[in-house]
């Protein structure tokens, strides 16, 4: 059972970046699959969710017109498209299985992936 986020890295303020995350070990096709992240000194905070079939899909208001999530369960992929990137955006992203939660606490999902490191700097 394993989650593996990649396409982190240092962009410039406006930038983009597409965050994927390759899912093994369970049915990914069944699950609602979540964003999150940790920016430093701050605890977990829920960005966006897709449902199992794409049909349900929502944002946190931070993120809302700039980034957009998606998923290709023939692949086991899930993606964060993100755009107009800011300082603030700073954080390590995680992917994991299921809806928003709050508080998000270790135990909030199942499955974790290692994170991707995003640094929005000029």
């Known amino acids: 059972v394993q989650l593996v986020e990649s396409g982190g890295g240092l962009v410039q303020p406006g930038g983009s970046l597409t965050l994927s995350c390759a899912a093994s070990?369970?049915?990914?096709?069944?699950?609602?699959m979540s964003w999150v992240r940790r920016a430093p000194g701050k605890g977990l905070e829920w960005l966006s969710q897709?449902?199992?079939?794409?049909?349900?899909?929502r944002y946190a208001d931070a993120v809302k017109g700039r980034f957009a999530i998606s998923r290709d369960n023939a692949k086991n992929m899930l993606y964060l498209q993100m755009n107009n990137l800011r300082p603030r955006d700073t954080a390590v992203y995680y992917c994991?299985?299921?809806?928003?939660?709050?508080?998000?606490?270790?135990?909030?999902?199942?499955?974790w992936g290692q994170g991707t490191q995003v640094t929005v700097s000029s």
């Open positions: 994991v299985n299921g809806g928003e939660q709050k508080p998000i606490t270790p135990r909030s999902y199942s499955i």
């Open positions: 070990g369970f049915t990914f096709n069944t699950y609602t």
């Open positions: 897709i449902n199992h079939q794409s049909g349900d899909i």
